[in-house]
């Protein structure tokens, strides 16, 4: 019998399997004969062999901690600047920094770049940068106000701005009450040192009307016929067009064309369509610099490196070299050269040129990267919105303004011909100042719209935040502190 026993001991041990790694030893042992070493030695056995011991896990990989990213320390960056840029209020942000960065700059390079100018005119030599400081306060309230206004009530606007444009430039033409600067008739004089430019408030005013036209004819599905996508928008923009070509304007109206071609970009315009108006458009551009020697002397001053016969090329050639003398960090602010009588329009439409010579190529890579981060944060409005008003709005707005800083920047580089438009937020002039600003609150108000971007901001307000920790403590249970 013992053996008997014995010899079925590793037999029920093998059956059980791990059955018998729960029932332990004491309980099998209960009763048992003079077996019971052996086969209590043979459970102990099968028990471990059934047991394989697992594999060491490498560290840092619990299942409770996430697994780091490969590359160390540039990848962890890379992460986390890419969740930072995808936050709801990233273009909120871009927006209104970049805006203010900008027109702060603007001030501080039209106060050094008009001293001299100011001084030649035997005026004070903080003259120019007093009435753009002014412009910038006023500028700042508009901004502030297109902010916190809803859509619709931009929509309303849009209306009487574009006939009130109108008007003003009609009145432009009336002999008397219009001025004449540097060879273009598109001024009002507004008494005292102020005139009013009204072909700027043109483009703000072709923004909102054509985004709101457009945007009615899409809740109509009516942008799938061409007419309706070409009339009334088309026939208002020409009509604005003939208005500044009236006065000699040609930069302003280069700018009014881009943001018609912005607005029908966004609409959805087919290829042939937008081939065909941009063909008419560039015809009509051809004819009018073919009949007008000034415009042909500017044409013929694209990568001019000597000022050419008469001078003809003096202003493209010494904004070069305000460029080239500036070097990486630049002469240091207010040593430029070039603004003592050799560069004319110092602080408006070559400011660019006297920004590299003071602050270098640092200064204006700084200018060119928020003028980006602007655009971006603009195209990214357009294209994160559900509202079609917001969207051609939107799109409208970062056309003009990224149009027009690379219009000017163009030809102070010498790469496009000097079109005689500032450069928006930064040269010197009140009447470019004020809608641009505008503009720039326009957008502040899209990316405040956002439902994602709304939410963040309503939980970053101190009452919210207190309700919120209110509402916690009630739900605390009674004992505890």
Not at 124 to 135: E, N, V, W
Not at 187 to 192: E, H
Not at 323 to 347: D, M, N, R, T, Y
Not at 462 to 481: A, F, L, Y
Request: proline share 7%.
């Amino acid at each position: 019998m013992p053996a008997e026993e014995s010899s079925a001991a590793p037999r029920r041990a093998c059956s059980r399997g791990a059955a018998t790694s729960r029932a332990l030893v004491p309980p099998l042992l209960a009763g048992a004969g003079p077996g019971a070493p052996l086969a209590h030695a043979l459970r102990v056995r099968s028990v471990a062999g059934s047991r394989r011991p697992s594999a060491p896990r490498p560290k840092g990989r619990s299942t409770g901690t996430p697994r780091a990213p490969r590359g160390g320390g540039v990848r962890r960056m890379y992460e986390q600047a890419r969740r930072a840029w995808d936050r709801p209020l990233t273009a909120y942000y871009l927006i209104l920094g970049a805006g203010l960065l900008i027109t702060v700059l603007g001030l501080v390079m039209v106060y050094s770049a008009s001293m001299i100018k100011a001084l030649e005119l035997h005026k004070p030599g903080t003259y120019f940068f007093r009435k753009q400081f002014l412009a910038a306060v006023i500028g700042a309230g508009l901004m502030a106000l297109a902010a916190r206004m809803p859509a619709k009530l931009h929509r309303a606007f849009a209306y009487p701005l574009l006939m009130g444009s109108v008007f003003l430039m009609a009145l432009v033409q009336v002999p008397g009450i219009g001025m004449s600067i540097n060879g273009n008739r598109n001024w009002l004089y507004l008494g005292g040192p102020f005139q009013l430019q009204p072909s700027e408030f043109g483009k703000l005013a072709l923004v909102l009307w054509g985004a709101d036209l457009l945007a009615r004819k899409q809740d109509k599905r009516l942008l799938t016929q061409w007419k309706h996508m070409l009339v009334p928008l088309v026939p208002v923009a020409f009509m604005l067009l003939g208005l500044i070509m009236l006065g000699g304007d040609m930069g302003t109206a280069i700018i009014l064309t881009a943001i018609l071609f912005g607005l029908l970009w966004l609409a959805g315009a087919p290829t042939r369509l937008f081939a065909g108006v941009l063909a008419f458009a560039g015809m009509i551009a051809f004819v009018l610099i073919k009949t007008s020697p000034n415009r042909m002397s500017r044409l013929a001053c694209i990568g001019a490196s000597e000022p050419g016969p008469g001078d003809s090329c003096w202003q493209a050639v010494h904004g070069i070299y305000a460029l080239a003398s500036g070097g990486l960090f630049g002469s240091g602010l207010g040593a430029s050269v070039e603004k003592w009588g050799q560069l004319p329009e110092p602080h408006t439409d070559f400011i660019f040129a006297i920004t590299g010579e003071e602050l270098g190529l640092a200064g204006t890579l700084s200018v060119l990267a928020l003028f980006a981060a602007l655009g971006y944060a603009g195209i990214r409005v357009a294209g994160r919105t559900e509202d079609p008003f917001v969207r051609y709005a939107a799109g409208g707005v970062t056309t003009w303004i990224t149009a027009q800083a690379v219009i000017n920047i163009g030809a102070v580089l010498g790469l496009l011909p000097i079109a005689g438009v500032p450069l928006p937020l930064f040269s010197y002039g009140g009447s470019a100042l004020l809608p641009t600003m505008f503009a720039v609150g326009l957008l502040i108000a899209f990316a405040r719209e956002d439902p994602a971007a709304k939410a963040a901001l309503a939980m970053r307000r101190p009452g919210v935040r207190w309700k919120t920790m209110r509402r916690r403590v009630k739900k605390r249970p009674s004992g505890e502190r």
